[in-house]
């Protein structure tokens, strides 16, 4: 899968679009509980990493802790790990490590400076709080902003049909992961792989492997409803 395939052209509510961005957080917040494709050598480390920087990275971010999980929670964490994933940093995340999502001069920037140690600007394009989890897979806490903004809720609008159009295929999950992102830079490329890793374990254990993405896609709500809505 390419990270680009995630730029459409819909609109949507503003409302609408934070409340999508809400649903997937209360999703993986109620959701969430107390072997793979090794990168070429020759691509590994396009930054200047040897091979003994790479390997402890590879080996840093081997997914942990991963369990079976029901098909709309692979959902949410898949949405918005590739929605954090798209974002451009030069940085290796920690594990329960506070990020912040931005989106300005329509470019995804992830950062470990909040929002109000930044200029108005950054401000204004904050999308959320972002955490990486043990199993390498992301959650976002959004921001109040998206409700209000009409920049930032069109940029989730046009993230959220590219994703939505990524699953109109008869591929299943694992054939469309980011094990290898090969026009992404280092760190991004390395998370994407063990995202891409974490949820091939996941569909694994809960007997989901073969499920074709087509079938995934019927769980997603139309943009007039809320995407993953959780219920208690």
């Not at 590879?58 to 692979?74: D, G, H, L, M």
């Not at 992404?184 to 949820?199: G, K, N, P, T, V």
Request: aromatic share 10%; glycine share 6%.
């Amino acid at each position: 899968m390419t990270f680009a395939a995630f730029h459409a052209t819909r609109r949507m509510n503003p409302r609408a679009a934070r409340s999508i961005v809400v649903a997937v957080s209360r999703e993986l917040k109620n959701q969430r509980p107390g072997g793979s494709d090794v990168l070429r050598k020759e691509d590994a480390n396009p930054e200047g990493k040897g091979l003994n920087g790479f390997l402890l990275d590879w080996r840093q971010t081997e997914p942990k802790s991963v369990i079976a999980k029901p098909r709309r929670q692979v959902l949410a964490e898949y949405f918005t790990s590739m929605l954090i994933l798209s974002a451009e940093f030069s940085y290796r995340p920690s594990i329960g490590t506070r990020n912040y999502l931005y989106f300005v001069d329509g470019r995804w920037s992830l950062s470990l400076i909040g929002p109000d140690e930044w200029s108005k600007e950054r401000r204004e394009g904050f999308v959320g709080l972002c955490m990486l989890q043990r199993d390498m897979t992301w959650t976002i806490q959004p921001s109040k902003r998206i409700a209000d903004d009409r920049q930032l809720s069109d940029a989730l609008a046009r993230f959220y049909d590219g994703f939505a159009e990524s699953l109109e295929t008869g591929q299943t999950i694992e054939e469309l992961l980011p094990f290898y992102a090969g026009k992404l830079r280092y760190y991004q490329r390395l998370f994407a792989s063990a995202l891409s890793r974490s949820i091939r374990t996941s569909v694994t254990l809960s007997g989901q492997r073969s499920t074709p993405c087509r079938d995934w896609r019927v769980l997603l709500p139309s943009l007039e409803n809320v995407l993953l809505q959780h219920k208690d």
